[in-house]
């Protein structure tokens, strides 16, 4: 099974300052991570993701993610935060092997509102 | 452009009623998907589906169900609708059913259960 945590409902930050949403996952192998941003009465729209390799992922609109894998994490930031960066944030994992019916499931957080503040 | 779209953006049915959405993608994937979001912003995934298998998560009702005339298209057809299918419904596609993929979602489907 996995399992994704994103232990913050809402996180606030004043524009121009430095963000962070978190995200913990659980798997039992190697995950691949996700992060997509939803505006509001928009679909999701993919920001960054990790596969292998170098640990700090760069993304979309200037976002960032370093995957830790001795504390599970995959936390999404950004050096200085937008008004226009005010969104629902979602985390993703998926197992990086088949096995079976199931496989490749991209199991969502439950979000975290993301508000900045002018 | 190239993109995931969907039909309607917003349905408002009666229970009881049949009905259907309908997902088209142009960026020339392989597999497609739908999800389901609650009131809560939960997203779980329905089904994904290639040309070559269905896979269906075992806790959508069987009054669901997916329909894929061809490649490009998934539709979702939901018969004797109730009230707690309300919800936005999401399709994405990816190039393969591959875990390093990338799903594209398209704009959703805000559907209303009276």
């Known amino acids: 099974a996995q399992s994704v945590a994103q232990p913050e409902d809402q996180v606030n930050v004043a524009e121009g300052n430095p963000l962070t949403v978190k995200c913990t996952y659980s798997?039992?192998?190697?995950?691949?991570l996700f992060w997509y941003v939803q505006y509001p009465n928009r679909g999701l729209q993919f920001l960054l993701k990790?596969?292998?390799?170098?640990?700090l992922v760069k993304g979309s609109y200037g976002f960032e993610a370093e995957f830790n894998k001795s504390q599970t994490s995959f936390h999404l930031k950004k050096p200085s935060a937008l008004v226009s960066d005010s969104a629902l944030y979602f985390c993703?994992?998926?197992?990086?092997?088949?096995?079976?019916?199931?496989?490749?499931?991209?199991?969502f957080g439950k979000g975290t509102k993301l508000s900045v503040i002018p | 452009d190239t993109a995931v779209s969907q039909t309607p953006k917003y349905l408002v049915t009666q229970m009881g009623n049949d009905k259907s959405i309908k997902c088209e993608q142009n960026?020339?994937?392989?597999?497609m998907y739908w999800y389901k979001q609650d009131s809560k912003k939960f997203l779980k995934i329905m089904f994904s589906?290639?040309?070559?298998?269905?896979?269906i998560n075992e806790t959508v009702p069987n009054r669901f169900s997916p329909k894929s005339p061809d490649k490009a298209h998934l539709n979702l057809h939901i018969n004797s609708l109730e009230l707690g299918d309300s919800a936005v419904y999401f399709c994405?596609?990816?190039?393969?059913?591959?875990?390093?993929?990338?799903?594209?979602f398209g704009p959703g489907t805000r559907l209303l259960v009276l």
């Open positions: 960026l020339g994937h392989d597999t």
């Open positions: 798997v039992s192998g190697n995950p691949y």
């Open positions: 993703a994992v998926r197992l990086d092997a088949y096995s079976g019916a199931g496989s490749y499931q991209l199991t």
């Open positions: 994405a596609s990816s190039e393969a059913r591959t875990a390093g993929e990338t799903q594209y």
């Open positions: 589906y290639n040309n070559k298998e269905l896979i």
């Open positions: 990790y596969i292998t390799g170098d640990n």
